[in-house]
């Protein structure tokens, strides 16, 4: 049977005539799909490389942007030769005398460049080229009008860019502000902390509470935000420079419960994961000692299934030395406080002390609290063991100069004496105010007495042994058992290979002890800033036998 055809083929004349064919994209086409293709490289992250990127492989040709000094902003691939930026430089110096917005330099067969002033939305505009210029170089830079096409989408997506760059650099710059206003806190420099705290808002209220909240270190962003809002922004929360996962929060004290939840309860409900820990409620001048509090109470947090805790509040030995404690601290503290530099360039009294507190707080990490390199911080411990005579490898002697410098950090109070009293100190000798110039220290010492006798007194008050029976008693009426623990932990200066090697165990055994020490305890010891001054002088001070009640 003729005429029967199968389906899908052309005869010979339909052939002839071109029935069935596809007709060849028109240029309008093809410059409609260049520029949809742009745009869509425009949305991306990094808008300005991508479409780069595409140019060259349209084009065939080297793409870049320039500033107007030939310096290259961003490029389609490295190593653009010298010929090539040398045609690039020759073409912007004859658009800037001509005031030309697009120029071709040297237009040869092999190779020519096309220069395109890029108008970035927010610049000014004028006959000069703008801040950025769009340079194609190769064969034939203008061969198709994606070159032209992409100028407007390359100017978008720059100032996109660049204020991306700026937003990062005011929340870099608003991180560290808020940081620097905690550090003037932790040293007591309260009132610019007032004056920096009030241009970035919130303002610092006083009495406030401190949290340390331990999150992922991806998440602190979010602790943040849920921080902010629970507080309704009435909080000052900075990111911890010493910890990638912790997240530091000074509340006003007035914000104690959310709803029917305390605050620390509602951070561990909404951030999922997270341990939070908090404070007492205390004066802005103690944010150390807040600070402190928090992470002890984060230590127990870690076991508890609620994930949070609050510090329990008991007088910490500063407070219960009282004024014999000043009389001490005053006489350790005086060739450190009194120190000044023989060169200009060297750190002076309050860098040195600011730097200790911090190693005493953080061990190594100080050079991240402190921002300064392991070799600074070498070098200023090694003077400050010089000025006060101290080996700062020894926790006893950590624990001393921590204990002067929290009591130095201490408000003085005048002590109140009767009038007659007060006159008969008046008519005194000079002598007689050997005591609050810090030359005696404990009343039955003669005067002067040497710095370790004031201690040694110091330690056997009454009201100091009560103090250092209170920080033992949770692990002698809970696990006595790891006690024994504890004293050789404190013995090998709490190294842990040296106390696991002392108590035959692993290392691995010897951090469990101590984990499970902290949740007896409620303190902090694994991790730093933890325990261990209190109870080297809270076991030092039981060791020495009864106390003398004559002081």
Known sequence: MTGFQEPGTLTGEAKECGVGERAAPSPDSLRAADILAMHRLAHKADGVQALLRWL???????????????????ASSHGSGPDVMALVADGLRVMRERGLRTFVAGESPGRSGALLAVGVPGDRSGPEPSELVLAVVGPDPLGTAAPVDAVPLLGVCWRARETERTRRRVEIADARGREAVLHLLMSGNLTTAHQIAGALAPRLSDPARFHVVECGAGRRAEAIRVCAELTAGQAWIVRCPVYSDHVLMVAPASLGAVGARPLEAALAAEIEGCVVGTGDALALRDTAAGYEQAFHALAVARGRPERWARFDAALGLPVVAGRHGHAWADRLLAPLTGHVPARATAPDSRALTDTVRSWLSFSSAATRHMKIHRNTLASRLRRVESLLGLDLELVGDQARLDLALRIGALPRVADHRPADAAESADAAEPASTADAAGTAGVAGLASPAPVEDVFEALLRLPAVREWALTQLRPVREEAPALEATLRTWLR????????????GVSVTGTRKRLMRLEQVMRRSLVRVPNARHDLWLAVEVLDRGRPDRNF
């Open 56 to 74: 060259a492989r349209r084009t065939g040709c080297w793409v870049g942007l320039v500033d107007p000094a030939g310096g290259v902003e961003a």
């Open 492 to 503: 090998n200066d709490t190294r842990l290979s040296a106390t696991a090697q002392a108590l």
